[in-house]
Every structure is written in structure tokens, then in C-alpha cells.
């Protein structure tokens, strides 16, 4: 797989994995069989604060579930979001990520949107389209 254009590049991700321990995960799901309950799951079991965003539930993990970012925003500070959700969904939640301060925006492996992640660096976040954290964190470890 070609790396794309726009993603950080290895120094930023790794600088990312190491200094980023709150994650906003937009799109986790309560159900364990999901990908994003089980990568959310083992970046909590690596220490890192999981922050669930969620509209339709009250506890994943459990954290507390927020509506959104600028929910979640009120309660916590937010270092990274990571997006489980369509790609034609992410703009938005990259200028959610942008109005809360996130320092970075991650879309998992499969969601690639170019105009979010362009956006989102030219405000100043690191941005990563089309990896897994889970997968990059385990090979930083």
C-alpha cells in the first residue's frame, strides 16, 4: 500500500503514539466484535485514556459516552481523534477536531478523505488517513 500524500510521516506518527494519551474515538461501538471497540480496547489497555463518541450510548469501556467531540471537549482534553466512520462523515469531525484544540486526527485503516486531513494540517494537526492505531502502536512497541 502507497502511503498517502498527506499523512504524517513516520517521525510525526511515532511522535503522535508517544505523546498522545487522550483519544476522542468518533464512531466507537459498544459491541466487543467491532474493530473499533477492539482497537479502543487496547489502546486502553495501553494507558491511554479512551474517550468514547457516540451519540446512541451512555458508557463504552467504562468511560462515559459523548455525543460529540464538543461534548466530550467539556470534560476532557482531547490529544487525538480517531475516526470509525464513513468517509463522506469525516469533514466534519475534522473541524470538530479543529474547534476543540485536538493536536491530531487519525482515520483508520479503509477511511481516506484528502480535503478533511488537508484541512485539519493546515490548522496546524497532525493527520493520519488510512492506518490503524492499533497496528502502528504495536509496531512502535
Known amino acids: 500500500m502507497s502511503p498517502h500524500p498527506l499523512n504524517a ?6 511522535h ?34 479512551i474517550v468514547p463518541i457516540n451519540p446512541n450510548a451512555t458508557e463504552i469501556l467504562g468511560e462515559t459516552a459523548f455525543p460529540s467531540l464538543t461534548e466530550a471537549a467539556k470534560h476532557h482534553t482531547i490529544d487525538l481523534v480517531n475516526v470509525f466512520r464513513n468517509a463522506e462523515d469525516v469533514p466534519p469531525v475534522a473541524r470538530e477536531a479543529i474547534a476543540i484544540g485536538a ?12 480535503g478533511a ?25
Open 16 to 49: 503522535i503514539l508517544k505523546n498522545c494519551r487522550t483519544v476522542a474515538v468518533v464512531g466507537l461501538s459498544p459491541k466487543a466484535h467491532r474493530d473499533s471497540f477492539r482497537v479502543a480496547r487496547y489502546m486502553q489497555a495501553q494507558g491511554w485514556k
Open 9 to 14: 510521516g513516520p517521525q510525526e506518527q511515532a
Open 117 to 141: 486531513v488537508a484541512e485539519a494540517r493546515a490548522a496546524g494537526l497532525w493527520a493520519v488517513q488510512d492506518r490503524c492505531l492499533m497496528v502502528e502502536h504495536a509496531q512502535q512497541a
Open 103 to 114: 493536536k491530531g486526527l487519525w482515520l483508520q485503516m479503509g477511511i481516506v478523505h484528502a
